[in-house]
């Protein structure tokens, strides 16, 4: 079955890096996304990766995937205390499948 | 204009009334969904609809309607719910060949 990890806590001082980090277990997954819940909101798409892919940057926003491993990373450069926030891995088997698989949820306080 | 707007924001209702929630967007998407999130959980996929239609329903009890009446809205009716329902409410929105999936900012539904 369908199943991603997560680490529930991390926590960074403002202008450090961030790296949040998901496993899934899915290997016909195609695409991976990375999604950020402020508290009491929903939820906002940052960014996501496709399984053909190792890296994609965007802005402060880098994402590594090791597809071997199953291993998805979220880094989050010069950390904002804006940044702090819920963020959700999640995976899908792609077109065609609307079931997206959330992980937990990694909770990022940024210490000023 | 990349928003999905639900209303109300917050309801509070009594185990004998019966609600609405409602979920509108103006993207042209005609996949929609209702995902419902308990404190400190990721979301949990209740219902999706692909042009119009109802083509997944995760096993969600009778006492949740959805109705999606055309292609920018969906509605999701509440009858007889139970104080475990109350959660957050998400709706979301995406293309029919894309899980890229926008949601919005949820109702928070307390039943008393």
């Known amino acids: 079955g369908e199943d991603v990890e997560q680490s529930l806590f991390l926590s960074v001082r403002e202008g450090d890096s961030s790296v949040i980090n998901c496993t899934y277990t899915?290997?016909?997954?195609?695409?991976l996304y990375w999604y950020k819940q402020e508290p009491g909101a929903g939820l906002q798409l940052l960014t996501y990766?496709?399984?053909?892919?190792d890296m994609k940057q965007d802005q402060r926003l880098t994402v590594l995937l090791n597809k071997k491993d199953k291993h998805l990373s979220l880094r989050i450069a010069d950390t904002q205390t804006g940044d702090s926030a819920i963020y959700f891995c999640a995976e899908t088997a792609g077109a065609g499948s609307y079931q997206l698989t959330f992980g937990k949820g990694t909770k990022l306080s940024v210490i000023p | 204009d990349t928003e999905v707007t639900q209303t109300p924001k917050h309801l509070v209702m009594g185990m004998t009334n019966k609600k609405s929630l409602k979920c509108e967007q103006h993207m042209g998407h005609r996949a929609m969904y209702w995902y419902k999130q308990k404190a400190k959980k990721p979301p949990e996929l209740m219902f999706v609809y692909s042009y119009e239609k109802l083509s997944i329903n995760e096993s969600v009890p009778s006492r949740f309607s959805p109705e999606c009446p055309n292609s920018s809205l969906l509605n999701l009716h509440l009858h007889a719910l139970q104080p475990e329902d109350s959660a957050l409410y998400l709706c979301a929105s995406s293309r029919q060949d894309s899980t890229e999936a926008f949601f919005g900012q949820g109702t928070r539904l307390t039943v008393v």
């Open positions: 899915d290997s016909s997954s195609t695409y």
């Open positions: 990766i496709f399984s053909n892919m």
